[in-house]
């Protein structure tokens, strides 16, 4: 990626990267249980990352966040991202007051 470039949200994998299937387990199973909503997404595991330290983050109502969802290849097996966006997320509605969100820097926090 070019210094100058920036990345554009949201990120949509639609194909497993090892073998190029586009049949997802978490998906295909949801939508033969007819549990999937119009608009709803399928995912395996889905997180929220928060773009700040949190020294002072909980003080601040909104802070930018990455959140993304996974699913599982039903070819081959990989574990992969199917969706990646940025926003911004409310801490005050989130998971106790955002202490249950991780943010990037790893370590305590
Ligand atoms: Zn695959």
Redesign the pocket.
């Known amino acids: 990626m070019e210094e100058n470039e920036k990345m554009k949200f949201p990120m949509e994998f639609t194909a497993?990267p090892?073998?190029?299937?586009e049949d997802r387990v978490i998906e295909n199973a949801l939508k033969e249980e007819k549990a999937l909503k119009p608009g709803q997404r399928a995912a395996a595991t889905k997180g929220t990352l928060l773009l700040t330290d949190n020294t002072g983050a909980l003080t601040r109502i909104m802070v930018p966040a990455i959140s993304y969802t996974t699913d599982i290849?039903a070819?081959?097996?990989?574990f992969y991202v199917t969706r990646i966006d940025k926003s911004q997320v409310s801490l005050a509605e989130n998971n106790n007051g955002g202490k249950n969100i991780p943010n990037i820097f790893g370590g305590k926090g």
């Open positions: 497993c090892v073998c190029g299937s290849c070819k081959c097996g990989t």
